[in-house]
């Protein structure tokens, strides 16, 4: 079983920035994939930025040149650094973490933009 405890929501303006961490506890034997999804109401949930077990980055068109993740394979540990933002990134922003057991979500955490 693996944990993940979120942090670094909050509310912020239009062109401010955020930077969300997410840190995994329990049954991680391998390097995982880690990432970052949101889910805005009424939307389904979407990928936000990704970073594979073999170290492939992957972020939605929407976010990129805006965001940045970075994980740290010996704690790990995923941020998202959100630079830029727009209403449109109003949304949950789920933590995700995936071995070759099993996968898990954290519990969301808030990411209000508005002026």
């Known amino acids: 079983q693996v944990q993940l405890v979120e942090s670094g929501g909050g509310l912020v303006q239009p062109g401010g920035s955020l930077k969300l961490s997410c840190a995994a506890s329990g049954s991680i034997f391998n390097i995982p994939t880690m990432g970052w999804y949101r889910q805005a109401p009424g939307k389904q949930r979407e990928l936000v930025a990704i970073?594979?077990?073999?170290?492939?980055?992957n972020y939605a068109d929407s976010v990129k040149g805006r965001f940045t993740i970075s994980k740290n394979n010996a704690k790990n540990t995923v941020d998202l650094q959100m630079n830029n933002l727009k209403p449109e990134d109003t949304a949950v922003y789920y933590c995700?973490?995936?071995?070759?057991?099993?996968?898990?979500w954290g519990q969301g955490t808030q990411v209000t933009v508005s002026s």
């Open positions: 995700y973490i995936r071995t070759p057991a099993s996968s898990s």
């Open positions: 970073v594979t077990a073999g170290g492939t980055t």
